[in-house]
T-cell receptor, first 115, second 112 residues
């Protein structure tokens, strides 16, 4: 059974540009969440989607957005990139929402470097 | 939010048992405790999850006291390949991901 797949794995963007990252959850998983990981801030929650609806949102500016498709695949977008957006962006999926004790499984992440 | 506190780093030697404790004083009734392992440039990998008492799987054990204000991940007979960062997550999975809190992680270094 394939794990969480994220593309691209590595990318370099210029300040002011925008970027779209893609995530395919584990087959059968309907919940997807995104995290940003940086050396200084650790793992920070961005947002969570279930059945194409955003259920939770972390404390990030509006430049960070996401969406989920009917097949549970998800994308996140960052507009007007800043140097501080350089980070590892992690996608995680879980079987369902509305159930405590859900185990979330992470992808390998997308490394974004903003120059 | 359940704030978690872990030791920043720990050292061990091959073959030893390692115990990493996570403090989560204001854990909510519905919160589960999950531990992840992360290697450089990779996503966190699920190790074990529990709600109370003791949980054991093929790679680790998780001890949770009755008050649930802390938890201890136990790794038996560590090897060099166990050198990684270990995160404690308190919360309810993706449903309450916005209310889930990752600790700052414990860097475990296993020496030969």
């Amino acid at each position: 059974k394939a794990g969480v797949t994220q593309t691209p794995r590595y990318l370099i963007k210029t300040r002011g540009q925008q970027v779209t990252l893609s995530c395919s959850p584990i087959s059968g998983h309907r919940s997807v969440s995104w995290y940003q990981q940086t050396p200084g801030q650790g793992l920070q929650f961005l947002f969570e989607y279930f059945s194409e609806t955003q259920r939770n949102k972390g404390n990030f500016p509006g430049r960070f957005s996401g969406r989920q498709f009917s097949n549970s695949r998800s994308e996140m977008n960052v507009s007007t990139l800043e140097l501080g957006d350089s980070a590892l962006y992690l996608c995680a999926s879980s079987l369902q929402a509305g159930h405590t004790g859900n185990t979330i499984y992470f992808g390998e992440g997308s490394w974004l470097t903003v120059v | 939010l359940a704030k978690t506190t872990q030791p920043i780093s720990m050292d061990s030697y091959e073959g030893q048992e390692v115990n990493i404790t996570c403090s989560h004083n204001n854990i909510a009734t519905n919160d589960y405790i999950t531990w992840y392992q992360q290697f450089p440039s990779q996503g966190p990998r699920f190790i074990i999850q529990g709600y109370k008492t003791k949980v054991t799987n093929e790679v680790a054990s998780l001890f949770i006291p009755a008050d649930r204000k802390s938890s201890t991940l136990s790794l038996p007979r560590v090897s060099l390949s166990d050198t990684a960062v270990y995160y404690c997550l308190v919360g309810g999975g993706n449903t309450n991901a916005g209310k889930s809190t990752f600790g700052d992680g414990t860097t475990l270094t296993v020496k030969p």
